[in-house]
T-cell receptor, first 116, second 116 residues
Framework: AQSVTQLGSHVSVSEGALVLLRCNYS??????LFWYVQYPNQGLQLLLKYTSAATLVKGINDFEAEFKKSETSFHLTKPSAHMSDAAEYFC??????????????FGTGTRLTIIP | ETGVTQSPTHLIKTRGQQVTLRCSSQSGHNTVSWYQQALGQGPQFIFQYYREEENGRGNFPPRFSGLQFPNYSSELNVNALELDDSALYLC???????????????FGPGTRLTVL
């Protein structure tokens, strides 16, 4: 079984400050890990994904995340917050097999607020 | 290249009724997954279709059923609607890469279902 835990349902940062959203995973197999962003009344947009290549993953809009197996973590960071970053962020985990797509298991989300 | 589209955008039904939600996959994608996102929660996996066959199911009762068509579009049907079925229903398309594991799932904007 796989799961993710997102620490902090709400995070507020000032514009220009560092963004850090926390995600810890649990998986009995080497995981694939994802961060998605959801703007109000919209679907999910992929920010970045980890698929067992480089442990530091760079995504869109200057977001990045680092896979740390020893800490079972996959925290999302951005050096300088923008007002447009205000949204809901979801961490997700899947397994992988030699065929087909594995389901995504999502965390409960973190709502990011940017303070002007 | 068109993305994932879903219809309708919003839907209001009463308890006990039946509903059909539709999804058109991104061009070239052969796998469709459906997720239910209750208010304030992360998406929950309902089921996945690959080549018109169900290819995995989450913890949802049989009154949730689906179809995938030869053009890879898909339907989600829910019978005997209950109040707790009120949620955002998300469709995601992807490519099953035989021997290469999981591909990214691309989400549509969702259908917001309200059950009264």
């Amino acid at each position: 079984a796989q799961s993710v835990t997102q620490l902090g349902s709400h995070v507020s940062v000032s514009e220009g400050a560092l963004v850090l959203l926390r995600c810890n995973y649990s998986s009995s197999v080497p995981p694939y890990l994802f961060w998605y962003v959801q703007y109000p009344n919209q679907g999910l947009q992929l920010l970045l994904k980890y698929t067992s290549a480089a442990t530091l993953v760079k995504g869109i809009n200057d977001f990045e995340a680092e896979f740390k197996k020893s800490e079972t973590s996959f925290h999302l960071t951005k050096p300088s917050a923008h007002m447009s970053d205000a949204a809901e962020y979801f961490c997700a985990v899947s397994g992988h097999s030699n065929f087909g797509n594995e389901k995504l298991t999502f965390g409960t989300g973190t709502r990011l607020t940017i303070i002007p | 290249e068109t993305g994932v589209t879903q219809s309708p955008t919003h839907l209001i039904k009463t308890r006990g009724q039946q509903v059909t939600l539709r999804c058109s996959s991104q061009s070239g994608h052969n796998t469709v997954s459906w997720y239910q996102q209750a208010l304030g929660q992360g998406p929950q996996f309902i089921f996945q279709y690959y080549r018109e066959e169900e290819n995995g199911r989450g913890n949802f009762p049989p009154r949730f059923s689906g179809l995938q068509f030869p053009n890879y579009s898909s339907e989600l049907n829910v019978n005997a609607l209950e109040l707790d079925d009120s949620a955002l229903y998300l469709c995601a398309s992807s490519v099953a890469l035989t021997g290469l594991g999981t591909d990214t799932q691309y989400f549509g904007p969702g259908t917001r279902l309200t059950v009264l």
